[in-house]
Structures are given as C-alpha cells and as structure tokens.
C-alpha cells in the first residue's frame, strides 16, 4: 500500500527565515510526488510535482523539492518564508497503476511570524 | 485563466435533506475527482471519473452518496439523505488521462445540523 507521511503538522518560522516541511513516502516504485498548497477557505493549488526527471524540482513562489530515492523523501524547502506563505501544505503521491489516484500526507500548518 | 469552479461554495442544511454539489471541470479535461476534507480524516478520495464513466467510487458511502456527470461540462455530488457527520468540505478537480496533475476547485463547504 501507498502512504505519504508528513512529519510535522505544524510549523513556525519568522518571516525572512528557511522554510523546511517533511515529507516522506512509501512504495513499492517511485511514484509522482507532489506539493499543494491551501490557503485558509480556498482551494488546493499546486506548487510542483516531480516525475522522475530532475531530482530537484522548482515551483512557483520560490519553493522547491528534492526527490531522494535512497530516503523515500520529497521535502519542501524555501530560502526565505513570506508572510503569504501561511498556508497548509500537503505532499501528495500519484501511482499510476491505481488510475491516477493520489494519496495525501496529512498535511503541514504553517505559520509565519513577523 | 482556466478554473475548476463548484457551487455551492457554502450550504448549510437539517439532517435528512438532500444536498447537491456541482463541479465545472476545466475545459478539455476528461478527468473528474471529487475528494471530501475533515479535520479528522484529512483529504479522502470520494469518485473518479474518466470520460463521463465512473471508474472508482470505492471511497463513497453507497446508501447515500451519488456521482454522477451528466455531460462533460458537468459533475455533481448528491448526499441523499443528509446526516450531520457529512459535514464537510467537498472538493472537485479535474485533469488530463495522460497527465498526472490534477486542478482543484475551491470546494463547497458543507454543514449538516
């Protein structure tokens, strides 16, 4: 079975500060990963996906992932954390074999201080 | 700018009624899933339909939820009859077959008294 764990449900930094959410997942075969991001009330939007190109990803809004296989990881990272990055994020797996189905982490909550 | 839109955006109703959701899928995408967000079970895949035809609705409770896309502009969810732990937010998104991205709309919050 597939699983994606998010290591952390809530996260603090301050703004201007590293931004660093965890996510691990488990399969028999690399999957295409994830990260969506939700802002309070609205919808899922997504910030990058890899699929078994480049091991490091880059998104939108100067976020970035790197895929390791050796550590079934996809952690989510940015330089510096802006007070519009608040949101929830989730790390989410796509395994073809099950008719494009995603599995979701449970999701992180950040929060940015001033 | 192409968008995933649903409607309603907010419904409260009492327990017993029915409740119908629409989902407008982006244009030109054959896939449509519905997903439903709580607080303790996270983001659960409800259905899944590629071309118009149902392929999974193993996540959906069968005696009360329906899915259904009458054509390709268009898919509902109905909960028929209403209980309070429906309560919700429901989520549609859209894709392509042969691409793995899927495009949320942003969701119709539910609440059953």
């Known amino acids: 079975a597939q699983s994606v764990t998010q290591l952390d449900s809530h996260v603090s930094v301050s703004e201007g500060t590293p931004v660093l959410l965890r996510c691990n997942y488990s399969?028999?075969?690399?999957?295409?990963l994830f990260w969506y991001v939700q802002h309070p009330n609205k919808g899922l939007q997504l910030l990058l996906k890899?699929?078994?190109?480049?091991?490091l990803v880059k998104g939108i809004n100067g976020f970035e992932a790197e895929f390791k296989k050796s550590e079934t990881s996809f952690h989510l990272t940015k330089p510096s954390a802006h007070m519009s990055d608040a949101a929830e994020y989730f790390c989410?797996?796509?395994?073809?074999?099950?008719?494009?189905?995603?599995?979701f982490g449970g999701g992180t909550r950040v929060l940015v201080k001033p | 700018d192409a968008r995933v839109t649903q409607t309603p955006r907010h419904k409260v109703t009492e327990m017993g009624q029915e409740v119908t959701m629409r989902c407008q899928p982006i244009?030109?995408?054959?896939?449509v899933f519905w997903y439903r967000q709580t607080m303790m079970q996270g983001l659960e895949l409800l259905a899944y339909?590629?071309?118009?035809?149902?392929?999974?609705d193993s996540g959906m409770p069968k005696d009360r939820f329906s899915a259904e896309m009458p054509d390709a502009t268009l898919a509902t969810l109905k909960i028929q009859p209403s209980e309070p732990r429906d309560s919700a937010v429901y989520f549609c998104?859209?894709?392509?077959?042969?691409?793995?991205?899927?495009?949320f709309g942003p969701g119709t919050r539910l609440l059953v008294l």
């Open positions: 998104a859209s894709g392509f077959s042969g691409e793995e991205t899927q495009y």
């Open positions: 399969s028999s075969y690399s999957p295409s």
């Open positions: 890899y699929t078994s190109a480049a091991t």
């Open positions: 989410v797996a796509l395994k073809k074999a099950a008719g494009n189905k995603l599995t």
């Open positions: 244009l030109g995408h054959n896939t």
């Open positions: 339909f590629r071309n118009r035809a149902p392929l999974d």
